[in-house]
Every structure is written in structure tokens, then in C-alpha cells.
């Protein structure tokens, strides 16, 4: 069976969930399935979506409850060429999923990819209870929906995915000569020396991303190796905090706020070590990035991101918001670098579980069970 599938995303911004809603779109694509884009107009994932040739239905998006988004993604729905499926990748997305699909409209999936807890039951009733069938990208995340009422049958754990080489995927490590040319200009851009050593962060500056448990963990590894240097990639509402609370630790020579990047490859490849703070997390697509370019991960034990990597067999995990944990775990995987090397090599071999095939599989069976034709 075919189907239309309507992939809807309320946000203005381009993070992690727009990256995977667009790597779906194309597995799906791959599969035959017919596959539109609904997104705001003139935002960052309508340019992308375009710039892969995908079918645009640009919605005003009134507010969560929107009306007027509703009918006209019903309308478009009903023109479909084959079965139409909403795929709501967002909270605000469900809600107008919700709406759109009242008396006799078309089947929908809701997606979480937060591990926070729901608010409000009527919420959960309308977004989540009335969905065909409910995509938790990890086990966490459907622990915690499970939890607040959201019936067990109803959710099914569907990873986040990442192209591999053979799959048309960028993310591999760079060459010698390659990573040495990328240290040197980024280097040069932001003043860091191409022979230091780099640790690295890409994630927004939200507060569950916790970057301040990180600048308080290079504070203490850097008595000890004061030739650290810690650059955090991203922009968002903490990102004055974070430069604030740099300064007030006595480390803001040390740091580096580059500010949103659309090429994370080029900083994956280039940083010695990757280092993800978070008190809350869905998944973290972002060690998939940082597995198979390669470099060596050391992150909290939060939400779904032991279900990525392993402590002590493809990464150092230690509790949320522990800087000294933290700092121990960056400097051990710097002094131990044989050990660090092999759980380099079983993060990358772990990727097999989180290609498109994969994945792609476990979503179309989630549509397939929605559509009642499994």
C-alpha cells in the first residue's frame, strides 16, 4: 500500500526534529510513498525542504489551535493521491492534526521527541489519546508518556535515524590531511589553536541542554589541563547566560560561542572530543553525528541517550548536572586513550540500529498499524 504522507512541523527554527522529519521524508520518498512538507512560510525547513524537491503546504499556523490551518490541511488531504497519513512531528503539529482529522477525516500519527512530561490531561486526551498511534524516539520517552495516561498500546519506540555512507550519508570522519585543513580554518575564524586539543558541544542553548553543567565541569578540568579548550555550538535564550556564567568562572578565555552552525560536519570532524550536558533528553540524534564522524562522546546518563551509546562500551556517561563527574569523564577519556579508541569503534559499529532501513522499517510498519493494514 501507498500512502500520502502530510509531515507537519509548526517550528520557525531548523534543529535536530527538522533534520529527522526531512530524512524520513526521504526514506519514505525512497519507499514509493508520496510525501508533503507542512511548514511555515519563508522558515529555514520550507527552504530546505524545497532545496531536496519536496511538495510544500505552507500553513499560516494561527496559533496551536488553528482553524483556518486545519481545514486547509484537511482539504489537501482529501485531494491526496493515495491513503493520507498526518504525521505530526511536533506538540503544536498534533494539535492541528487533531483538528483536522475531527468526523471522518484522515488517520494520524503523533511524534514525541521530548522526554518532558505532558501538560494537562485534556491535552494528552486531544494530542496523544486520539492519535492512530503515537512515535516515542525512545523507550524513556514512552516511559514517561505511559506514565501520564497515554496508553501503552497506542506508543511504539521509533528511534531517530542517520543516513549511512551506502545510504547517501554525510557524517563519516574526515581524512588526515582534510581535518587538518578544517582545524586550520576554523582555527583561524575563532581563534583556536589547530594543535589544541577541542571539545566540543552542538546544541541549542535551552536549559535541559545544560551547557552550564558543562562550563562548570571545564572549569575543573582545566586546573589540570589548562590547554582545554571548550566550544559551544549553538545559539538560543541561554546563550547570554552561558557567556555570563563563563566570565564568573574565570573561563571565558578558554571557551568559544560560535553560534548557530548549518555545517555541523565540519566541527564534528574537527573536535577531539564531543561532550553533551543534558539534564533532559529525548534521544540526542546528535551522538549518532558524533559516532560516525567518529569522535570520542562523553555525555550524561539523561532521557533516551543510553539507549544511543553504553557506558564504558561506546561512551563515558555519568549522572545529569555532576560537573565533577563530568570533568572526570572528559579527562579520562583524553588520558585513556586506547580504551577511548575502541569505544569510538562500538559507537560507530552501534549505528547499524539507526540507519533510514532501519528505522524506515519500524515507521512504515507504525503507519501500516494506524492505517489498520498491518
Not at 555550538?233 to 546563550?239: F, L, T, V, Y
Not at 565533577?324 to 579520562?332: C, K, N, P, Q
Request: net charge positive; aromatic share 6%; with cysteine.
Amino acid at each position: 500500500m501507498r500512502f500520502s504522507l502530510f509531515h507537519l512541523d509548526s517550528e520557525r527554527g531548523f534543529r535536530g526534529g527538522e533534520r529527522q522529519l526531512l530524512y524520513l521524508a526521504g526514506s519514505m520518498r525512497a519507499r514509493g510513498h508520496e510525501n508533503t512538507i507542512v511548514c511555515r512560510r519563508g522558515e529555514a525547513l520550507e527552504r530546505a525542504a524545497k532545496r531536496e524537491g519536496f511538495r510544500i503546504l505552507s500553513l499560516p499556523f494561527l496559533g496551536e489551535w488553528d482553524p483556518v490551518s486545519a481545514w486547509r490541511l484537511r482539504r489537501a488531504a482529501r485531494a491526496a493521491a493515495h491513503l493520507p497519513v498526518l504525521h505530526a512531528h511536533t506538540g503544536h503539529a498534533a494539535a492541528l492534526a487533531f483538528l483536522a482529522s475531527r468526523c471522518g477525516g484522515p488517520i494520524w500519527i503523533a511524534h514525541r521527541r521530548v522526554d518532558f512530561h505532558l501538560r494537562g490531561s485534556l491535552g494528552r486526551r486531544l494530542k496523544y489519546d486520539a492519535a492512530g498511534k503515537v512515535a516515542a524516539v525512545s523507550g524513556e520517552i514512552r516511559r514517561v508518556l505511559i506514565e501520564d495516561g497515554v496508553p501503552p498500546t497506542r506508543i511504539a519506540v521509533v528511534h531517530d535515524m542517520l543516513p549511512s555512507p551506502e545510504e547517501g550519508g554525510i557524517f563519516s570522519p574526515a581524512a588526515p590531511g582534510e581535518r587538518a585543513r578544517i582545524r586550520k580554518e576554523l582555527g583561524a575564524a575563532f581563534s583556536l589553536d589547530p594543535e589544541g586539543i577541542w571539545i566540543g558541544n552542538l546544541a541549542a542553548h535551552v536549559p535541559h541542554k545544560d551547557q552550564a553543567t558543562l562550563l562548570r565541569a571545564a572549569a575543573i578540568a582545566a586546573r589540570e589541563r589548562p590547554e582545554l579548550r571548550f566550544i559551544l555550538i549553538g545559539d538560543g535564550p541561554e546563550h547570554g547566560r552561558l557567556q555570563a556564567l563563563a566570565r564568573s568562572l574565570g573561563v571565558e578565555p578558554l571557551v568559544r560561542f560560535p553560534g548557530f552552525t548549518s555545517d555541523p560536519l565540519a566541527w564534528l570532524r574537527a573536535l577531539d572530543l564531543y561532550a553533551h550536558s543534558s539534564w533532559g533528553e529525548g534521544m540526542g540524534s546528535v551522538l549518532l553525528e558524533a559516532a560516525a564522524t567518529e569522535v570520542p562522546i562523553v555525555a550524561t546518563n539523561a532521557g533516551g541517550i543510553p539507549e544511543v551509546v553504553e557506558n564504558g562500551v561506546s561512551a563515558l556517561l555519568v549522572d545529569p548536572r555532576d560537573p565533577e563527574a563530568f570533568a572526570r569523564a572528559l579527562l579520562t577519556a583524553l588520558d585513556h586513550r586506547e580504551e577511548t579508541k575502541g569505544r569510538v569503534a562500538a559507537a560507530r559499529a552501534g549505528l547499524e540500529r539507526f540507519t533510514l532501513r532501519a528505522i524506515g522499517d519500524a515507521t512504515e510498519a507504525l503507519y501500516r498499524e494506524a492505517a489498520g493494514c498491518a
